[in-house]
């Protein structure tokens, strides 16, 4: 279960290191409080069979509880989340609440289960260590046999839900074969007294003379004389009385001869007072001396030892019940196991009621594809675009995150002169390894990918990655990077390292020195070591030992950001040649022309260069500075500063970097050949911010007219197109860069300029699906709803083939759209475009934004085809429906008039939102 409960956890507490941790520190905490209860519960009591059954069964109950209770639990671990997450101790507490509530209860009974298998395999006195030592042997031979089963073959066939419910129906399993077996010895004779055997019987004493049947668990008295009965579960009398005489045989038996029990069975006290009454002559209704009475009068007990039997299976047996019967609860949905609770990017805020119940709806929702894999629980969801996370945390987009897996490789292939071979660390989406094996000298793309479910990721981002799985460059090794770094047969001109988030427990081996060392084992002269490193999440002492650690492998590390919170670190043996002429040839080529238009929106050498941080003069003053450590797989000190800083929301500002490289003239690279304009690369550096929604960054050297350059990206970050447009109009300068292309055009556009016209038709050179947006912009302010109609049915077409459009740019046109439906007096357009946006955009861009858009355009349509088309759109959301006011009372109307089976449900639905948002005061 320990395997399962981290697969489960790690969603809700982080996935990191500590998780582990912590989970285990719970695990052995319930375990070692079982052992002691057992130590003082069980003193003077005997263990039985019965009794095992019932801690199974309770076992079992304490595992099927947290499961029953599901996204309840998730809400917890996210209301525990502090409102200030820089304070680590506060996480902990938070973590340590949520793991007590789902392991510890499990653990404690296990804990006290175990020292009772030792008392089940002997009476307690005899061969003490050989029963310990065979529990011990048998429970870790189970371990060893779960986790080989579990981790490779339970959690990928079952999943981490199925192998919880798998679990608890093998304890359940485990109590009733204990029921059984306890009746089996109770009615097979144990504790009960039969007729005297006939001379000549099996069962006669050897020496002829009538003996009376004892337990299997008594010895044979060597005489042959007559011996009473005792039950296997008797003890020595703690008083030290003088029982009922037993055979010299007998376990436990005194010097002078007589049998010292504690008499806890009824009916082996009701079996020996019959036989006292056989031997001890003068006791109540006892025979003759030397006789024995008949058999009728012997078995008078057994109905009575029958209901007491079956009395004590009652509450194993309701306990495994009630177990079985939370299994059909829900159970955890995708809120647990793939929203990122853990990783803080889900608003730790209490929130009302229903924004609770639309949070967890939409969480359910996103989710397209989920499987348990080998090293994680992978899901891929669809809203802005097509992206997967890895238990719970985020690990990619295939558009969001296009400026870093397009370029992080293609990065390397453009500053080395010419590769053939590079090793790819991480399959992800694909886009990595689709776009090298692009590049015309690259002969072999080698991927290695731990794990295998993400094969089904890379297939379904095909549009993003080129068809990288399809391409027969590239090859995919299932593994660990580290060992195929290792194991590799050649060498390589290139090797990216981008692995999964480093705080993620395992990865953080990727960072160390050995690893490094590998990696410059394995590069061909002149080859390039490309690694990426997040910006976020992370401190600065960090980053810094990051760097120290590459720079002490490698003697040349420069700096790159490849988009806003992500670097990419270049490092070599030799130093790195920049020509600005073979550059500027080079980025002209494809399939890096393509790339850098796509992902990075620029089309110059000056474009590229925005992208450069600082040179290997700046990395190495960083590695050098007091209190850096260098990270090694035996002193692994990142392993903890990543896990640290998970969903602490922040990290490097890049603006510090920048700061200190420029402060410390180190933030260029050294160029031979023609001159580069500067000012062009700062104007762009501008630009890489806005391209992302984020804020320019602005150093404190910048010139007025920089400061003055900037006004235009914030008021475009903004939407004040009029402050735009007037800043803009203070420059007096035309666009730059594509990104201040689109800029200017969509501020023309949003006033009806015609002048608009000019930079739509040139930035329909580069993107002709944002110049097809902005027209149909320009005019639909101009009243010209048909043309404006022509535009956006043009534009959505493209999406459905097009992954590169600005999604900031395709979620406008979805409003132009509505708004256009809105303000047809005929209908005919609004049917228009609901036709064109019924079908998924590539990669599933903006799905949940088209949704919403077609439901509102339905609504828009004529009366003949309302119920129709609304009702289609809105089944498309179920079963996890928006859960808003607006959408619910649309919903149960359609479905009123439509008669459709889920009326009643959607009437129930809208009624339990009201009653929420009434509150329970006055719902009295």
């Not at 896990?643 to 160029?671: T, W």
């Not at 256009?820 to 079908?839: F, S, V, W």
């Not at 509102?856 to 079963?879: C, F, G, V």
């Amino acid at each position: 279960m320990e395997i399962v409960w981290y697969r489960m956890l790690g969603p809700l507490l982080g996935g990191t290191t500590f998780t582990f941790e912590l989970i285990l520190a719970v695990a052995l905490l319930g375990i070692g409080l079982g052992g002691a209860a057992y130590a003082w519960f069980g003193r003077n009591r005997t263990c039985s069979l019965n009794g095992f059954a019932f801690t199974c069964a309770l076992e079992a109950f304490c595992l099927a509880f947290p499961y029953a209770l599901g996204d309840r639990l998730a809400v917890m671990a996210l209301l525990l989340r502090p409102l200030n997450p820089l304070l680590f101790s506060e996480q902990v507490l938070g973590w340590t609440i949520t793991t007590l509530a789902v392991v510890f209860p499990a653990a404690f009974v296990a804990g006290f289960q175990f020292p009772m298998l030792i008392a089940l395999l002997g009476k307690g006195r005899d061969d003490v260590a050989r029963h310990t030592g065979l529990a011990y042997a048998w429970n870790t031979a189970g371990c060893i046999l779960g986790v080989l089963a579990g981790g490779f073959g339970l959690l990928p066939l079952l999943s981490a839900p199925g192998a919880w419910r798998a679990a608890v129906i093998l304890l359940v399993l485990l109590a009733v074969a204990a029921m059984v077996m306890s009746l089996g010895i109770k009615f097979g004779g144990r504790c009960s007294v039969n007729a005297t055997a006939p001379q000549g019987d099996d069962d006669a004493s050897p020496s002829g003379e009538t003996t009376t049947p004892s337990s299997p668990c008594d010895d044979a008295s060597p005489s042959g004389e007559t011996t009473t009965p005792s039950s296997p579960c008797d003890d020595a009398s703690p008083s030290g009385e003088t029982t009922t005489p037993s055979s010299p045989g007998d376990d436990g038996a005194s010097p002078s001869g007589t049998n010292l029990s504690g008499g806890r069975c009824g009916a082996c006290t009701e079996q020996r007072r019959s036989v006292n009454a056989t031997t001890h002559p003068g006791a109540d209704g006892a025979a003759p001396s030397g006789k024995i009475p008949p058999p009728q009068a012997m078995t008078e007990h057994r109905p009575h030892a029958t209901r007491g039997v079956w009395r004590a299976t009652i509450l194993p047996m309701s306990t495994a019940i009630m177990a079985l019967l939370m299994l059909f609860a829900t159970g955890p949905t995708a809120f647990w196991r793939h929203a990122p609770i853990g990783a803080g990017l889900v608003d730790n805020y209490v929130a009302a009621p229903n924004d609770l119940h639309a949070l967890i709806h939409f969480a359910r929702r996103q989710i397209e594809w989920e499987k348990d894999g080998v090293e994680g629980s992978v899901a891929l969801h669809g809203n802005h675009g097509l992206g997967f996370t890895v238990n719970g945390r985020p690990d990619g987009n295939a558009r969001e995150d296009a400026g870093t897996h397009v370029m992080i490789g293609l990065l390397g292939a453009i500053l080395h002169p010419r590769p053939t071979d590079a090793l790819v660390v991480g399959l992800g989406t694909g886009t990595t390894a689709g776009w090298l094996a692009g590049v015309p000298s690259m002969e072999r793309v080698d991927v290695a990918e731990l794990e295998p479910s993400l094969l089904k990721v890379a297939a379904r981002c095909s549009p993003v990655n080129l068809n990288a799985l399809k391409n027969p460059k590239v090859q995919v090794w299932i593994g660990d990077g580290r060992e195929a770094l290792w194991a590799a047969p050649r060498e390589y001109d290139l090797i990216v390292s981008a692995p999964s988030h480093p705080n993620r427990a395992g990865v953080e081996s990727l960072f160390t020195q050995e690893y490094y060392r590998a990696a410059a084992r394995k590069l061909r002269e002149c080859g390039l070591f490309v690694h990426w490193l997040q910006a976020y999440d992370v401190d600065s002492w960090t980053m810094r030992s990051v760097f120290a650690t590459l720079a002490s492998v490698f003697p040349w590390v420069e700096i790159w950001q490849t988009q806003v919170g992500d670097l990419a670190l270049v490092a070599s043996l030799k130093p790195i040649a920049y020509d600005a002429n073979s550059l500027r040839l080079r980025l002209q080529q494809e399939p890096f022309k393509a790339a850098l238009m796509q992902a990075w929106r620029v089309t110059d050498l000056e474009g590229f260069l925005a992208h450069y941080v600082a040179n290997d003069s700046f990395a190495k003053a960083v590695a050098q500075s007091r209190g850096v450590a260098i990270n090694s797989d035996d002193h692994n000190v990142l392993e903890f500063a990543f896990a640290r800083g998970v969903g602490r929301r922040s990290g490097v500002e890049l603006r510090e970097l920048l700061e200190a490289a420029r402060f410390r003239l180190e933030n260029r690279p050294r160029l031979t050949g023609d001159g580069v304009e500067w000012a062009s690369m700062e104007r762009q550096r501008i630009s890489l911010c806005t391209l992302q929604q984020w804020a320019p960054v602005q150093l404190p050297d910048f010139t007025p007219e920089q400061r003055l350059r900037a006004a235009p990206h914030l008021s475009y970050l903004k939407g004040d197109f009029k402050s735009l447009l007037a800043a803009w109009r203070l420059l007096g300068t035309e666009p730059g860069d594509l990104v201040e292309l689109v800029m200017v055009a969509e501020a023309l556009a949003d006033a009806g300029d015609e002048k608009a016209q000019d930079y739509i038709d040139r930035l329909g050179l580069f993107q002709p699906a944002e110049a097809a947006v902005l027209l149909g912009r320009l005019r639909w302010r101009q009243g010209r709803l048909e043309e404006a109609t022509v535009a956006l049915e043009t534009t959505f077409r493209r999406y459905r083939r097009d992954p590169w459009p600005l999604p900031h740019l395709m979620d406008r046109s979805l409003d132009i759209a509505l708004a256009i439906a809105r303000a047809d007096p005929g209908k005919t357009m609004a049917a228009r475009l609901y036709q064109a946006i019924n079908r998924p955009f590539v990669v599933s861009l903006l799905e949940e934004r088209r949704l919403f858009t077609l439901v509102q355009i339905a609504r828009n349509l004529p009366p003949d085809e309302l119920n129709a088309s609304t009702l289609k759109a809105i089944e498309w959301y179920e079963p996890h429906i928006p859960w808003v006011r607006e959408f619910l009372d649309l919903r149960a109307r359609c479905y009123g008039q439509a008669r459709h089976p889920q009326a009643p449900a959607a009437r129930r639905d809208l009624e339990a939102f009201d009653r929420a948002e009434r509150g329970p005061s006055k719902n009295r």
